[in-house]
């Protein structure tokens, strides 16, 4: 069982930044495929970021893309993404979670990693909150 654990969210300006962890305990990191995600109040939870076991391949929503970036340190069992040029609209919870599908990288594609039912293993959430 994989437990997964969100930090870093808060209050900010626009056009700030905040940096969301996520550590992993329970299983072997670097074999999950991780993502992130968001919910905005009155809204479905949406994707923001994806990226492949290894930390090659990376996908984002077109919404964050150029402003959010996604990154993983396999050793600390961390996902991290940086949010920069933060907007009003990017207030949410943040989620992490956890593929263990072990996708080929043929296979591991921006659609699959978009969709929530490919991740097993979610955390509790961030709440980001950003001020105009």
């Known amino acids: 069982q994989v437990q997964l654990v969100e930090s870093g969210g808060g209050l900010v300006q626009a056009g700030g930044s905040l940096r969301l962890s996520c550590a992993a305990s329970?299983?072997?990191?670097?074999?999950?495929?991780m993502g992130w995600f968001r919910q905005a109040p009155g809204k479905e939870r949406e994707f923001v970021a994806a990226i492949s076991r290894s930390g090659f391949t990376t996908y984002y929503a077109d919404s964050v893309k150029g402003r959010f970036t996604i990154s993983r340190d396999n050793p600390k069992n961390t996902v991290y993404v940086q949010l920069n040029s933060l907007k009003p609209e990017d207030t949410a919870v943040y989620y992490c979670?956890?593929?263990?599908?072990?996708?080929?990288?043929?296979?591991?594609?921006?659609?699959?990693?978009?969709?929530?039912?490919?991740?097993?293993?979610w955390g509790q959430g961030a709440q980001v909150t950003v001020s105009s």
């Open positions: 979670a956890a593929d263990p599908r072990r996708q080929t990288s043929a296979d591991y594609s921006p659609f699959y990693a978009s969709k929530e039912d490919v991740y097993e293993y």
């Open positions: 329970g299983g072997t990191f670097s074999s999950y495929a």
